[in-house]
């Protein structure tokens, strides 16, 4: 695995890929850093870190968009497939090379808190806590597109679906917080799910009697569950995209409490988009 | 040392490879031969890990490829039909990458790198990135990565492809080399090669193995006639009318003249029939002087042709 991850952090620094992510986010950080802090004059650092985070949405699709639609199309998957090495140890060494890349340009922005320390006081633990926030939503983020990129071979939709993606991420609690909370729209919106879980069931594994069977079993456990908890499906439909948040879990982290819930929240949220890519990498295997 | 039963592969409704068996032992070198788009790549995908098959099994040294794929992808070496090389690596790189993810301890992986890029002749190279090298050096950096760590099987997808005569001949000659402590198995869709390479042959077509044997004895066993090559000192009517007068002749046709005043005749006979003797006869009593006499054996190329042009397997017992 960590040829994998050596070689994915050295081939970001063979193109421009690499340095063009280094360059755009250190430029943000640079430019957020003097307006927020030297012309305001304030020690408060988490500010530019938040600040900044809507510039993930530009930059990850770049780190991520070659990881394995390049694989695919030059067909040098069938090196990383055909040597004695598990798929998840692929994903994984691609994920971290893609995190490392990250994690550079944050140690390298940390000649500012650094700075901002010589001139004033800088609350260091809630510093270090944004960092964290600032890496593991960054991380969430890689692993999203990872996942994109290993469903084509085309690096140019890789790029633009993780961009759509990342977007509709970003703007999910203003989707939520427009979308109707009474408990028949959610019960609509959970009989939706199930026959969207029974038709991607279907489109997998091409069996209409378990399909069929899923779909049933789904809509009288709905039922059953209106009977028993009607509540359960008020506010459903805000409920579920809330899972999706990323950016709301980050809001503890911009006031420098370091949280374990949003913590587990992220990793385990890449850990579900690298599940995902190993998943697919399967499939494509199977058909 | 590789064993196939049943291995079928669908791509949706399309069948690409149709419940082939077969077995290579130790040692051996395979040719594995059959126009474009017959299954020979997805068969080798399959046996190699890269692809699942739809059913049936393949072996590697006894370890199933599906159930333990790290043990048995451990035993072999893979030079897809396209080499996976990245164009942004120099050659050593490369070779440091493949070895470092096939497992290769570090202190074997110097004197490794060096041995097999000495063997397939990409010293010279080593230090210039993959991209930048001419196609027969891209195909010797493949099977240099095929090479690391000294498999026990290795699977080369069309390896001549895209090479140059010499480096063709170079290639031959460096597989038959490697087949001395390897079990190889060899794609192809050019003819000479497998006959040039292989001891036994298996020819398939549409996903189904249709012949499998030596090549000596894929053209014996197919060659149900004898045909020969006749140069006469004679006008071509006489000639004809000649031969027709014989008994055992099958066919004969006329080739034209190719040296003045003779006439070039291909003559086929019956089955296990010899017609060397009565032809020499018949011609010396007419005294025309038989200038050349030559026995055509069925080629490869016949035999492909044949093969692959028949809707059934050219019989049961071929096809193991």
Redesign the interface.
Same mark, same amino acid.
């Not at chain 2, 190699?48 to 699942?52: L, N």
């Given at each position: 695995m960590l040829a994998v991850i050596k070689k994915e952090f050295l081939t970001y620094f063979k193109s421009m890929t690499g340095y063009i992510f280094m360059a755009c986010l250190l430029f943000f950080v640079g430019l957020f850093f003097v307006m927020n802090n030297l012309l305001s004059m304030s020690p408060e650092y988490n500010g530019v870190l938040s600040n900044i985070t809507f510039v993930f949405m530009l930059v990850v699709p770049i780190l991520t968009m070659r990881l394995m639609a390049e694989e695919a199309r030059q067909k040098t998957d069938q090196l990383l497939l055909t040597s004695p090495i598990s798929l998840t140890k692929i994903v994984l060494g691609k994920y971290l090379g893609a995190v490392s890349v990250l994690f550079l340009t944050l140690v390298i922005t940390w000649i500012y808190p650094v700075i901002l320390s010589t001139m004033g006081s800088v609350n260091w633990p809630e510093v270090i806590g944004g960092y964290i926030g600032f890496f593991l939503f960054g991380a969430a983020l890689i692993a999203v597109g990872l996942f994109i990129s290993s469903t084509t071979d085309n690096q140019v939709i890789a790029a633009v679906v993780t961009f759509t993606a990342l977007l509709l991420l970003w703007f999910i609690d203003v989707i939520a917080q427009s979308l109707p909370t009474d408990r028949t729209s959610g019960m609509i919106f959970a009989g939706i799910l199930i026959a969207a879980i029974a038709f991607i069931f279907y489109m997998a594994a091409k069996n209409l009697i378990v399909s069929a069977g899923i779909l049933v079993v789904g809509l009288l456990g709905e039922l059953a569950g209106y009977l028993l908890k009607p509540t359960f499906f008020d506010g459903l439909i805000g409920k579920v995209l809330n899972w999706f948040s990323l950016l709301s879990r980050y809001e503890d982290f911009s006031m420098g409490i370091l949280n374990i819930s949003p913590i587990i929240y992220y990793l385990s949220f890449s850990g579900v988009f690298l599940f995902l890519t190993v998943r697919m990498l399967e499939k494509k295997r199977w058909s | 040392m590789i064993q196939v039963e049943n291995l079928t592969k669908r791509?949706g409704q399309h069948v690409a490879v149709d419940s082939i068996n077969f077995t290579v032992d130790p040692g051996e070198i395979l040719g594995f031969l059959g126009p474009n788009g017959a299954g020979k790549s997805t068969t080798m995908?399959i046996l190699?890990?890269?692809?699942?098959a739809t059913d049936g099994k393949a072996l590697i040294n006894g370890i199933d490829i599906l159930e333990q &794929?790290?043990?048995a992808?451990?035993k072999?070496g893979?030079l897809?039909e =396209?080499p &996976?090389?990245?164009?942004?690596?120099t050659v050593t790189e490369y070779l440091d =990458?493949?070895s470092?993810?096939?497992?290769i301890k570090a202190a074997d992986k110097k004197k490794g790198m060096d041995r097999i890029m000495d063997l397939v002749k990409v010293s010279e190279v080593r230090g210039r990135l993959i991209r930048n090298l001419s196609k027969g050096y891209r195909q010797r950096v493949g099977l240099a990565?095929a090479l690391m760590g000294n498999p026990e099987v290795l699977i080369l997808d069309e390896p001549t492809v895209g090479l140059d005569p010499k480096q063709i001949i170079e290639m031959r000659n460096l597989i038959k080399e490697l087949g001395k402590n390897h079990t190889i198995i060899l794609s192809s869709h050019i003819l000479p090669e497998v006959s040039a390479v292989c001891e036994r042959v298996i020819i398939i077509n549409r996903g189904r193995i249709v012949a499998s044997d030596t090549p000596e004895n894929l053209s014996k066993g197919l060659g149900d006639t004898s045909r020969l090559t006749l140069r006469i000192a004679a006008p071509e009517k006489q000639v004809l009318r000649v031969v027709n007068e014989l008994q055992g002749i099958k066919s004969v046709v006329s080739q034209g003249s190719r040296e003045p005043d003779t006439v070039d005749i291909v003559v086929e006979a019956d089955n296990n029939v010899d017609i060397r003797r009565p032809l020499f006869h018949a011609f010396s009593r007419a005294s025309y002087p038989i200038l050349m006499m030559k026995s055509m054996g069925l080629t490869l190329e016949d035999i492909f042709l044949q093969v692959t042009t028949q809707e059934n397997p050219v019989s049961d017992k071929e096809v193991q």
């Open positions: - | 791509f995908n190699t890990g890269y692809i699942s &794929p790290e043990e992808k451990k072999i893979y897809p =396209f &996976p090389l990245y164009g942004d690596m =990458f493949v470092d993810i096939k497992g990565q």
